[in-house]
Nanobody, 125 residues
Framework: QVQLEESGGGYMQPGGSLRLSCVHS????????IGWFRQAPGKEREGISCISNSNSDGITYYVDSVKGRFTISRDMAKNTVYLQMDSLKPEDTAVYYC????????????????WGQGTQVTVSS
């Protein structure tokens, strides 16, 4: 069982920035990548970004709606994955979740096995 905990959500005006953190327990399997998902009110949960659990290939993925504005990174020594969110828009308002997924590939996020509890991001003027 992998445990994950998100933090860093909050309230921000449009155009602002937030950095989300996902602290996870040790990933013992090479088939454990990390993904970020979000769920807006009345909408289905969507996968928006992911990063591979590998120092060698460094695969990342972004859905088109966040590409160029969000940046995913990881500190493997701290078991932490970050999501830097810049140029925030009202439509980014959602609960953001991190999860263990497999795989993170160039075409999107695979299935998720373990989830964090989520952190609320609200973008409004």
């Amino acid at each position: 069982q992998v445990q994950l905990e998100e933090s860093g959500g909050g309230y921000m005006q449009p155009g602002g920035s937030l950095r989300l953190s996902c602290v996870h327990s040790e990933l013992s399997s090479p088939y454990n990548d990390i993904g970020w998902f979000r769920q807006a009110p009345g909408k289905e949960r969507e996968g928006i970004s992911c990063i591979s659990n590998s120092n060698s290939d460094g695969i990342t993925y972004y859905v088109d709606s966040v590409k160029g504005r969000f940046t995913i990174s990881r500190d493997m020594a701290k078991n932490t994955v970050y999501l830097q969110m810049d140029s925030l828009k009202p439509e980014d308002t959602a609960v953001y979740y991190c999860a263990v997924i497999w795989p993170c590939g160039p075409h999107g996020l695979g299935s998720a096995d373990y989830w964090g509890q989520g952190t609320q991001v609200t973008v409004s003027s």
